[in-house]
């Protein structure tokens, strides 16, 4: 293996440390490394925090190393003063000789910027070194800065006769298709991602909390499709536990407080395109769709999804809720004891 992409690889690796945490920086991964032996690592602190590269440069115990050694990160550093000042300076500051960049930080703070101070300051610079699978690691934060909208993941579980749920169901609870373990690994990916969708359909007929508890982490912000005001309102998701917003439409007049806040939408509009820019506007870089069906659908049917997520689990329904369909790149198909996840990324 090129001794290069193994070190831009490792930072690949780290950089997943900071998912969930970083945002609204993107998580990046920084080595540094003296005579092919890395001698400090970082990646991106919680907001307001010290980015990868300045992590990974206090992480070197002996800093005289530094004016020989190659610093390797996932993501051009930064050139601006934000909450920290400019990693390039730093970089510049502790003479470090050679920087090898994954991608350029196309967000228009950066965007080439910092490699130019880098270049101008002597510094020799490599760019695109393992760019696909850097841009990759990056992408919610580029789809939210590029396409002004979320990474959209879309969520189901679906029986062997992909069905999604029963017709009709005794108690406002969930069916559950999937195992624990399934379960409790969709509970990682809420603490992963910063926000979840459901549609009034699901809101009402499995009553979800749609919160964080079988993994440690922070609850997702919360969405709800509620345009005619149909959810009653001892529902969980409106317990203002953690932030909600409900998306309604003008006909209903409510008043948002701290943690449930409402945004209005034209329903006689494109609402998918109407909800994307609200969550835009919140700065929520990804959403996790769990359903149900119809909602599902209708984000594959406007184009606007990035990634599905699709359990197939052990059990037969014979009638009810049909499963969404789509057609996609197949990305992984693993088991999950007696389930199958199935991950596809939208061509």
């Known amino acids: 293996m090129d001794v290069h992409k193994k070190f831009m690889r490792r930072c690949i690796q780290i950089g997943k440390n900071a998912l969930g945490n970083a945002r609204p920086n993107p998580m990046v991964g920084c080595v540094i490394v003296h005579n092919q032996r890395i001698i400090g690592e970082g990646f991106t602190s919680p907001h307001g925090g010290s980015h990868a590269e300045v992590n990974a440069v206090n992480s070197v115990e002996d800093k005289s190393l530094l004016k020989e050694a190659s610093l390797y990160v996932t993501l051009e550093p930064c050139s601006h003063f934000g ?157 203002q536990s953690t932030k909600t917003i409900v998306i309604s439409s003008k006909a209903y007049t409510h008043k948002s407080s701290d943690n449930l806040i409402y945004e209005v939408v034209e329903p006689n509009e494109n609402i998918i395109k109407q909800i994307c820019t609200i969550l835009h506007n919140h700065e929520i870089q990804s959403v996790l769709i769990e359903g149900g069906s119809y909602t599902i659908q209708s984000f594959i049917e406007a184009g606007l999804w990035d990634e599905a997520r699709v359990f197939t689990g052990s059990t037969t329904f014979s009638h009810g809720i049909k499963a969404p369909s789509l057609s996609g790149t197949l990305v992984l198909e693993e088991k999950i004891m007696n389930n199958t996840l199935t991950i596809l990324k939208n061509d």
């Open 83 to 239: 909450k920290t000042p400019p990693c390039s300076d730093m970089i510049i500051r502790n003479q470090i000789p050679k920087v090898f960049i994954g991608t350029i930080d196309t967000h228009s703070k950066v965007a080439g910027k910092g490699i130019e101070k880098l270049k101008n300051a002597g510094c020799d610079v490599v760019v695109g070194l393992l760019e696909d699978e850097c841009r990759q690691h990056h992408k919610r934060f580029f789809t939210f800065h590029n396409k002004k909208r979320p990474y959209i993941i879309l969520k189901w579980a679906q029986t062997q006769d992909n069905f999604i749920a029963p017709e009709k169901s005794e108690e406002r609870a969930p069916v559950w298709i999937t195992n624990s373990y399934a379960r409790q690994l969709v509970h990682k990916w809420r603490a992963e991602e910063q926000a979840i969708l459901v549609g009034n359909k699901t809101a009402i007929k499995d009553n979800p909390k749609l919160t964080t508890r079988d993994w440690a982490g922070q609850h997702p912000v919360r969405i709800l499709i509620d345009l005619y005001n149909k959810i009653p309102s001892n529902s969980s998701i409106l317990d």
